[in-house]
């Protein structure tokens, strides 16, 4: 990793603060008025766990490939139990449905960026070009259509449920081929994928926030964003 060259890290962590500016954003429009402070809340909550998971990769914690259960695990679950309660917790789903779905749908951007740099990493031979654009990665695509999406499916002059809901499930099933493949193509005891050389960058800081958060996040914007969807929001914006 000490090899890697440092505009790499530099881009992967200007698009981790973009997914975070965009959550920041989504959160505070939401808020019913000026005192309220959810989105201060949500942001205490994921600071603290993008530190103790970057604490935890600094201590080389995620090194110890042949662990049971993989302790990849540790970084997947928390975020996608936390998305479960909070999407079928009647409280907070009444909060979500305030969340301008213009705003979850522009930061699929982020996408465009991450597959960028996995690319980089691909070169610096640090996970497989199956991972890549080159290889089944077409996330890419979901974050090149993401503005076209946000203006024209569920923009304020444009609005095609139907188109919105059909971009959300075919971008949702891009991100689960590649998360897949990437789960996959660890050197874990249940790697498959890619032996020769094997995902580790996941493992490392800063590239740890990528399952832990970038990943979560863009999960998040999906699922939201179809729960707004199917209810028929009149207020989609």
Do not use: C
Not at 58 to 74: E, G, K, S, V
Not at 100 to 114: A, D, G, K, S
């Amino acid at each position: 990793m000490s090899e890697l060259p440092s505009y790499v890290s530099g881009v992967f962590l200007t698009t981790v603060a973009a997914t975070f500016g965009f959550l920041y954003y989504g959160i505070k429009l939401a808020q019913k008025n000026k005192t309220s402070n959810q989105a201060v809340v949500a942001s205490t909550f994921l600071m603290v766990w993008l530190f103790i998971i970057a604490l935890l990769a600094l201590n080389d914690f995620f090194l110890a490939f042949d662990a049971m259960p993989p302790r990849l695990i540790f970084v997947l679950l928390p975020p996608i139990i936390g998305i479960l309660v909070i999407l079928f917790n009647s409280r907070s789903r009444s909060f979500l449905m305030r969340v301008p779905i213009t705003t979850l749908t522009y930061l699929h951007i982020v996408r465009v960026p991450i597959e960028i740099v996995l690319w980089w990493l691909a070169g610096s031979q640090l996970l497989p070009y199956l991972l890549t654009f080159e290889g089944i990665n077409y996330d890419i695509l979901s974050g090149i259509t993401a503005p076209f999406v946000a203006i024209f499916m569920v923009g304020l002059r444009s609005k095609s449920r139907i188109g919105a809901i059909l971009w959300n499930f075919i971008a949702l099933g891009l991100l689960i081929n590649i998360v897949g493949h990437a789960i996959l193509a660890a050197p874990t005891p249940f790697q498959v994928f890619a032996k020769d050389q094997p995902n580790v960058a996941v493992f490392y800081f800063p590239f740890i926030w990528l399952p832990g958060f970038v990943v979560p996040a863009v999960l998040f914007s999906h699922l939201v964003s179809l729960m707004k969807l199917f209810a028929n929001d009149s207020e989609l914006k």
